[in-house]
């Protein structure tokens, strides 16, 4: 069964930090872009990160730059979102997907069920 569980999200501070984790099952993330998005409520989804296959070329939404980076191990089977300086405006449910193509990083194919973020102090 083709899986993608993610894990890692919980309450911070403002400041503060997450590593957000997406294990994938069911079938190996090498030849798939990952990505990770999220949607607070009364929000549309956003595409906050995502990673090629191959060379792994990155893409971050403005609003994150410079604050958040992407990684994979293909080797695990796993990529990560780690987040640093997160603001109050970073709370959303994150979700990891993959998909074959690396961009736009928007509508890809495969998800997960989401791990809720919230800062605040």
């Known amino acids: 069964q083709v899986q993608l569980v993610e894990s890692g999200g919980g309450l911070v501070q403002p400041g503060g930090s997450l590593r957000l984790s997406c294990a994938a099952s069911g079938f190996t993330l090498d030849y798939y872009a990952i990505g990770w998005f999220r949607q607070a409520p009364g929000k549309e989804r956003e595409g906050v990160s995502c990673?090629?296959?191959?060379?792994?070329?990155?893409y971050y939404a403005d609003s994150v730059k410079g604050r958040f980076t992407i990684s994979r191990n293909n080797a695990k089977n796993t990529a990560y979102l780690q987040m640093n300086s997160l603001k109050p405006e970073d709370t959303a449910v994150y979700y990891c997907a993959t998909d074959l193509f690396f961009l736009p990083c928007s509508n890809y194919t495969t998800w997960g069920q989401g791990t809720q973020v919230t800062v605040s102090s």
């Open positions: 990673i090629s296959s191959s060379t792994g070329s990155t």
